[in-house]
Structure formats: structure tokens, C-alpha cells
């Protein structure tokens, strides 16, 4: 089962990765910019009422929608999404399903994805 130290570990792991300070996550910085590459689920628990933080889910950036929907398919007791993430590249994890091991190429492909993302410019 892996665990809040768990995930620190290995974002201890890469290189120029920041902790967030209001709530569990991590970022890189790109030109200049906090870029987050993992953090906690914020859970719409009530429809009416603010989004609750469930620190037992952490959402992670994945490089591209297939992948996203592979995760899911191969094990949706550790994979999922909602409808806040429709379209948007993270898939949620499950941290009391999934060990340590098997987060670690996740969360070092998330690192890559925000280092390795294109700037957005818009176009004319």
C-alpha cells in the first residue's frame, strides 16, 4: 500500500521536484512556472457543497488520453477518473491499492510529461 512518505520518496527522487505547501502534491518548475505533475483528489462528496479534500487519492498526469484509458482499463480498483477529468491528462489513483513499486514509473512519467510539454502559444 503505498502512502503520502511513499510518493515523497519518490518525488525526492527527481530532480527540481517541489512539495506543495497547501496541500499534498508536487510540481516541477517550467521557464519559470510551478507545473503540477501529481496532487491530492479533491472529492465532490455533497453536489452542493465545497469539494473535499480525500487524501487516500492522488491525481497524476499522464501523457496522453490513451494512456489514461489503458490505466482504467487495466485495473479500475486502482484507476479512475471522474467527470472534473474528462479531457483533462490525469488519471486518480487509488493509494491503498497500488504499492510503491508499482507507483513509481507513474509518477516519474508524470514528472516527464510537465518537463517535457510543449509552451502554449497561441497562434495568429
Given at each position: 500500500?503505498?502512502?503520502?512518505?511513499?510518493?515523497?520518496?519518490?518525488?525526492?527522487e527527481?530532480?527540481?521536484?517541489?512539495?506543495?505547501?497547501?496541500?499534498?502534491?508536487?510540481?516541477?518548475?517550467?521557464?519559470?512556472?510551478?507545473?503540477?505533475?501529481?496532487?491530492?483528489?479533491?472529492?465532490?462528496?455533497?453536489?452542493?457543497?465545497?469539494?473535499?479534500?480525500?487524501?487516500a487519492?492522488?491525481?497524476?498526469?499522464?501523457?496522453?488520453?490513451?494512456?489514461?484509458?489503458?490505466?482504467?482499463?487495466?485495473?479500475?480498483?486502482?484507476?479512475?477518473?471522474?467527470?472534473?477529468?474528462?479531457?483533462?491528462?490525469?488519471?486518480?489513483?487509488?493509494?491503498?491499492?497500488?504499492?510503491?513499486?508499482?507507483?513509481?514509473?507513474?509518477?516519474?512519467?508524470?514528472?516527464?510529461?510537465?518537463?517535457?510539454?510543449?509552451?502554449?502559444?497561441?497562434?495568429?
Open positions: 500500500m503505498a502512502t503520502h512518505d511513499g510518493v515523497r520518496q519518490i518525488a525526492s527527481l530532480d527540481g521536484a517541489i512539495e506543495g505547501e497547501d496541500r499534498f502534491g508536487f510540481s516541477v518548475m517550467v521557464k519559470g512556472k510551478a507545473k503540477g505533475f501529481l496532487w491530492t483528489w479533491a472529492e465532490r462528496v455533497h453536489p452542493k457543497k465545497p469539494k473535499v479534500i480525500n487524501d487519492v492522488i491525481a497524476v498526469v499522464v501523457p496522453n488520453e490513451l494512456a489514461k484509458e489503458m490505466l482504467i482499463a487495466s485495473n479500475p480498483a486502482i484507476y479512475f477518473t471522474e467527470p472534473h477529468y474528462d479531457g483533462y491528462l490525469a488519471v486518480l489513483v487509488r493509494l491503498d491499492a497500488i504499492s510503491v513499486e508499482e507507483l513509481r514509473p507513474l509518477i516519474q512519467e508524470a514528472y516527464s510529461c510537465k518537463l517535457a510539454a510543449p509552451s502554449k502559444r497561441k497562434t495568429s
